[in-house]
């Protein structure tokens, strides 16, 4: 049975900086592209991120050039580092596979930026 467990979400200042990670266990993850999700209050959620299973990474317009997304095929892990943060990347980020998803969504992290 696959989980996702999200976390390192939090409050921060604009113009800061947060890193998170999603542990991927229940299944052979290696073999699967990641993506980082976010949804806004009111909003759709949204694809920001994605690395393929030979590290290749695209990024929605949105982050290009702030976040970087990155993974360990070890420790079964995907990670989203967010610099220059924006109020407007205040969102649940959520991990899945890329691009259809294992069918369910874990609990997701909390990224608020405001000051």
């Known amino acids: 049975q696959v989980q996702l467990v999200e976390s390192g979400g939090g409050l921060v200042q604009p113009g800061g900086s947060l890193t998170l990670s999603c542990g991927c266990s229940g299944t052979i993850f290696s073999i699967y592209a990641m993506g980082w999700y976010r949804q806004a209050p009111g909003k759709e959620r949204e694809l920001v991120a994605c690395?393929?299973?030979?590290?290749?990474?695209n990024y929605s317009d949105s982050v290009k050039g702030r976040f970087t997304i990155s993974r360990d095929n070890g420790k079964k892990m995907v990670y989203l580092q967010m610099n220059s943060l924006k109020p407007e990347d205040t969102a649940v980020y959520y991990c899945n596979s890329y691009p259809r998803g294992f069918g369910f969504w874990g609990q997701g992290t909390q990224v608020t930026v405001s000051s």
């Open positions: 690395i393929s299973t030979l590290f290749r990474t």
